[in-house]
């Protein structure tokens, strides 16, 4: 597939895997600027893989990335994260460091020039996290080390935020919630790239990929996707 000029990020003939075992083969994605793209795929699929290798934190055995109409496949990641792409894994916090610290870190990868400045404007936006500034992560509730995370992952003001099953651990009020901040990010502009299991996250979707045994078994449209017989019934009756 050639890469979309207009894309933010493509993935093109990704395979990838740990030793002898291939996990993901020839997989193609992409994400537009601005855009909300859901990844889906059972446990086991290959998403985490995935994320891993559009970060650069597995190295990617065949294909191409290209972020920003940069090719980025041989690039370390915080070579990536300075172009504009953050990740945030299931963990996505340090549990012994302060929020404070955990947001620092987050803003690390920039060099920014003020991150008293950056961390103001994000506690704006979670204003639980500037209560709690000085205490460990780890005396958060679950649902707010997720905010923490995605605090976390905005100190480094990404173009496209990469995330690993956000929903993770959360209560479905909680996991309400996130979707409410994901959506009001979506309206600052901000890409969002999701790998996730649960569709409640197609409510802020533009587009889908199923990957399904390492391999993406369909790509479209939310309406695309809910209206294919097999997929609805494999996917919509999850969680
Ligand atoms: P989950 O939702 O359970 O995280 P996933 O879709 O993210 O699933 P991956 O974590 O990417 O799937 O796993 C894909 C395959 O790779 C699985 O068979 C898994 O056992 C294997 N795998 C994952 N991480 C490693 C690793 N570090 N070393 C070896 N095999 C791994």
Known sequence: ????????????????GYGTMQVLWGVDLDVRPGETVLLLGANGAGKTTFLK????????RQGAITL????VTRLT?????????????ELAVFPDLSIEENIRVGAQALGHANPDARADELYGLFPVLREKRRAPASSLSGG???????????????K???????????SPLFVKEVIRILSDLQGRGLALLIAE??????????????LEG????????VAEMTDNDALRRAYFGLK
């Open 214 to 221: 390492g391999r993406i078994r369909f790509s479209g449209t």
């Open 53 to 60: 290798s559009l970060v650069g934190l597995i190295e990617v």
């Open 144 to 158: 707010q080390r997720k905010m923490l995370g995605i605090a976390k992952a905005l100190a480094a003001e990404p």
């Open 77 to 89: 990641s915080s070579a990536r994260m300075r172009l504009g792409m953050t990740y945030m894994s």
């Open 68 to 71: 920003a109409g940069r090719d």
């Open 160 to 170: 496209l935020l990469v995330m690993d099953e956000p929903s993770a651990g959360l």
């Open 197 to 210: 299991q649960n569709i409640g996250f197609l409510d802020i979707a533009t587009r889908v990929f199923v």
């Open 1 to 16: 597939m050639p890469p979309d000029a207009s894309a933010l990020l493509t993935a093109s003939g990704i395979d990838a």
